[in-house]
């Protein structure tokens, strides 16, 4: 039931040996580039070295789903299928650009198939489908709890034929990267609409328009994830044709829902290669070091650390490839529970994981030297992202309580 195609499994041992032969290596010459750039949000000329050779060797857009085969050069990939090779990119956490299934861009890509024009399609999605330009998903806000999306503020307003934006966002990935030319925004169009889910639209905004300002970016955990990054940006009197929206005003709500859950399976599969990684590294440290006339992996408290962390690990690459099999048979709505488990339980895992091996390394554990302590950090703001664990939980709870009693 759980097993992956051959397809799948044929594609994943291409994606090891370009991992072994190209990302690997270039790790620290990454690292490198990237602490000398004067712009740590400008292109990289490595990365774009590695973007071709992952184009020649057939990984390139491996997230695009069946339904959409026409964009894939292999068929389009199921959520499962898909899983082990998210898996295997998420051991580098900068590498899935590389191969074209980074966030945002994926779940971006996925709205324009989904519900963009053929206009906005030729505009946005070929130039994106092709790693020429990035985006980003511009939700949410400052001033207000995002988790629930109704909170949003950004005030959306028709004008002839025209549509003005005024808003204030932050956190928003990939908006400082030299590269995103597209923001999908999601505001308020219709706020004295009786239902709160029906006052919401997404329009399109190309960030060189006038109005848009970006203003710094932003950390979590000290990182600023460049040349991606997260950002603060305001929205003052924002112009764009009316042709811009998206589906249709008062859908902003569908469209969100549509785009977070494929988003949430696919940091919750690359944080099982970020774990089993970490879990590796510790594994061979452990066997390199002595303490008190033994290998640390001699002590009984490392390898019960150890054990713990197969353990979790195994259930949590369950976990992800049931609910992928379940979207796969039954669709993303009948997968909801299953969407809010994982979304519950793989980042707060991972990270308590990732916590372990990086005591078990060592005070280099926390630096940059290794791909922990970045790692950890992708797995703490996974907590908020895509919905925060307390959302996920009180929603999961009350579908659970209604069913059994």
């Given amino acids: 039931m759980l097993n992956p195609s051959e397809k799948s499994t044929q594609i994943l041992a291409q994606l090891k040996a370009f991992m072994a032969e190209h ?3 270039n790790e620290v010459p990454y690292r490198t580039a990237l602490h000398q750039a004067e712009d740590r949000f400008a292109s990289m000329p ?18 695009v789903p069946p339904e959409f085969a026409e964009y894939s050069d292999h068929g389009g990939m199921s959520f499962l299928d898909y899983a082990p090779l998210a898996e295997e990119m998420g051991r580098v956490i900068w590498s899935p650009e590389v191969f074209n299934c980074n966030a945002p861009d994926t779940g971006n890509m996925e709205v324009f198939m989904k519900f963009g024009t053929e206009a906005q399609k030729r505009a946005w999605l070929e130039p994106l489908l092709a790693g020429d330009i990035r985006s980003s998903y511009a939700m949410t806000e400052p001033q207000v709890a995002s988790s629930d999306a109704t909170n949003i503020e950004l005030q959306i307003r028709r004008d002839g034929d025209e549509w003005v934006l005024n808003g204030h966002k932050w956190f928003i990935t990939g908006a400082p990267y030299e590269r995103c030319k597209i923001f999908i925004v999601m505001g308020k169009s219709d706020p004295d609409n009786a239902s709160r889910h029906l006052q919401q639209s ?5 960030k060189d328009t006038p109005g848009v300002d970006i203003v710094r970016p932003l950390t979590t955990l000290g990182y600023d994830d460049a040349p991606i990054g997260h950002a603060e940006v305001t929205f003052t009197d924002v112009r764009v044709p009316v042709d811009n929206l998206l589906l249709g005003e008062g ?22 290669g970020a774990g089993q990684r970490c879990l590796e ?11 008190f006339g033994k290998k640390l992996s001699e002590h009984q408290s490392i390898r019960e650390n150890i054990a713990r962390s197969y353990a979790e690990l195994e259930m949590a690459r369950l976990l992800v490839h049931k609910t992928c099999w379940h979207i796969d048979t039954h669709g993303v709505k009948p997968s909801i529970e299953l969407i809010s488990a994982t979304k519950i339980t793989i980042p707060k895992l991972i990270q308590y994981l990732i916590d372990r091996c990086m005591q078990m390394y060592g005070a280099g554990g926390l630096t940059e030297d290794w791909c922990m302590a970045e790692q950890f950090n992708y797995a703490r703001w996974c ?3 895509d919905g925060p664990d307390e959302v996920h939980e009180m929603a999961l709870g009350k579908r659970v309580i209604k069913h059994y009693a």
């Avoid at 590695?50 to 184009?55: C, I, N, V």
């Avoid at 859908?251 to 099982?272: E, K, N, T, V």
């Avoid at 590294?281 to 303490?291: D, F, G, I, P, Y």
Wanted: charged share 25%.
């Fill in 251 to 272: 859908r902003g709500f569908d469209i969100a829902q549509s785009r977070l859950a494929p988003g949430r399976m696919h940091h919750c599969m690359r944080l099982i």
């Fill in 202 to 206: 997404q329009i399109l905004v190309p």
């Fill in 281 to 291: 590294l510790a594994c061979q440290r452990v066997e390199e070091r002595e303490t």
């Fill in 23 to 25: 990302i690997y290596p």
């Fill in 46 to 63: 490595l990365m774009d070295a590695l973007k071709g050779k992952a184009k020649a060797a057939g990984l390139w857009n491996l997230f």
């Fill in 383 to 385: 907590r908020q992202a």
